[in-house]
Antibody, heavy 120, light 111 residues
Framework: QVQVQESGPGLVKPSQTLSLTCTVS??????????WSWIRQPAGKGLEWIGR???????IYNSSLKSRVTISADTSKNQLSLKLSSVTAADTAVYYC????????????WGQGTTVTVSS | QSALTQPASVSGSPGQSITISCNGS?????????VSWYQQHPGKAPQLMIY???NRPSGVSNRFSGSKSGNTASLTISGLQAEDEADYYC???????????FGGGTKLTVL
């Protein structure tokens, strides 16, 4: 059974870079059958797609965040990473890592999420 | 602004049925069969409830059903229970390069 777990600092200062890790167990981040996506949710608001990585290298990002976002994969550790630069209070949110099943383009496995607060 | 449009809230009494709509376009819902629905309880991660318009993952109650007509997808919950009170989100495959688009979410209140 595939499981994912997000981790990283819970507090980031404005203008700094937010860095999160998603550790995958029970499956491979380099599988051809899945995308891996990062999604965030500000408190009390809806889900916002940040971006995705496929086959450990092909990436697509939300156009509103594109200039600040980098998603990468470390196949040796079976981990994904998210880096968001020049953060502001508007980036305060719960950040989720999710697997996208490509037969149905559905997010069938989600991490529990990690809360990131941007504050000085 | 979300690519898919959902009502902000719906409500129903225990035992009743409710339907949540998700409106898109021919580039997403109308053009493909890859619509999914997720349930999210407060403080929890979203959970997949419906995929490929009307399929339920193993373990999801058959009180949850999905359908699609034209550019609109729907989630119906029958025999409402208190535990169904949650936020619900739809997603769809899209012909744009991002491939998956979200709805803005619907808060279900069980009266």
């Amino acid at each position: 059974q595939v499981q994912v777990q997000e981790s990283g600092p819970g507090l980031v200062k404005p203008s700094q870079t937010l860095s999160l890790t998603c550790t995958v167990s029970g499956g491979s981040v380099s599988s051809d059958n899945f995308y891996w996506s990062w999604i965030r949710q500000p408190a009390g608001k809806g889900l916002e797609w940040i971006g995705r990585i496929y086959n450990s290298g092909s990436t697509i990002y939300n156009s509103s965040l594109k200039s600040r976002v980098t998603i990468s994969a470390d196949t040796s550790k079976n981990q994904l990473s998210l880096k968001l630069s020049s953060v502001t209070a508007a980036d305060t949110a719960v950040y989720y890592c999710a697997r996208v099943e490509l037969r149905y383009f559905t997010m069938d496995v989600w991490g529990q999420g990690t809360t990131v607060t941007v504050s000085s | 602004q979300s690519a898919l449009t959902q009502p902000a809230s719906v409500s129903g009494s225990p035992g009743q049925s409710i339907t949540i709509s998700c409106n898109g376009s021919s580039s997403d819902i109308g053009g493909y069969k890859y619509v999914s629905w997720y349930q999210q309880h407060p403080g929890k991660a979203p959970q997949l409830m419906i995929y490929e318009v009307s399929n339920r993952p193993s373990g999801v109650s058959n009180r949850f059903s999905g359908s699609k007509s034209g550019n609109t997808a729907s989630l119906t919950i029958s025999g409402l229970q208190a535990e169904d009170e949650a936020d619900y989100y739809c997603t769809s495959y899209t012909s744009t390069i991002i491939r998956v688009v979200f709805g803005g979410g619907t808060k279900l209140t069980v009266l």
